[in-house]
């Protein structure tokens, strides 16, 4: 357990989550500007998937961070355990945990889905067409992605062992510490981010463009770099302390990260215009 939320953590979950909605809206219409909704294509639609899955994400952690206050089935010594049977569900704390080990479950998976449709999005972004090579992309993030939800819902046998509270059903039955979890998230995680990467960068190094722009272009289509150094370092640090992240706080910032640089390249042109405009105003 990682201790109940802080109001200042909550504020940080509704603030993360309308900079979310603000950037998505903001990407809609950059891509609607001209010639209205019909300019709008499968990545536009893909990320706005994404922030229902991010809202779902959301209201997980207040779940177990304000309802289970910080709660689940882990962090508890054998005797405490089984002072807990004992009440049963008439106990608070008992009903509280096995609320809040639900929570991990369902976060899990959400924040898996907010991760691979974004990824999705970003893969029809660079794509543009549905070639050979983004048919073979598509596949690995489909293959990825069905990686992580067998990893949620086989991990632990029996399934309702993720809530049970005496005995000890062991850490790969408690989902907020789950190393198996962990594992498969991380590697799926970064052979995603560096394949999506591969996709632009040596279109871009071949192209006949100002050393400058080229610096520019990859640096703006590598943003997965920073997700994929949020997601290492979750991974190390929940493997060395799992309490640290029972919350799921890191889970929203590397989603909220991942929406953020995934709207970022359809974006780019009209903050451009927009910067320019405002310069000419201030040098005249």
Known sequence: ASG???PARVVEWAVLFILA????TLRTYARTRISGIKDLSWDDWLVWLAVLAYAGLT???FIIGVVAEGLSNDGMSEAHRAALAQDGPASQEFQLRAIG???QISKWFVYGLTLWLLKSSLLYFFSGRLTLRAWLSASLLFVTWAATTVAVFSSCRPF???WQIFPDPGTMCQAAISPILVSVFLVCNILTDVYLISIPVPVLLKARLKKSQKISLISLFSCNILITGIAILRAIVMLKNPMVNG????AVREAFVALITTNIPP???LLRRWVSRWLGRSSN
Not at 247 to 250: H, K, Y
């Open 4 to 6: 109940a939320a802080t």
């Open 101 to 103: 080990s639900k929570a």
């Open 160 to 162: 309702t062992k993720f």
């Open 21 to 24: 909605v603000g950037f998505t």
């Open 247 to 250: 919350d799921g706080m890191w």
């Open 59 to 61: 209201v997980d952690v």
């Open 267 to 269: 974006i780019a042109p």
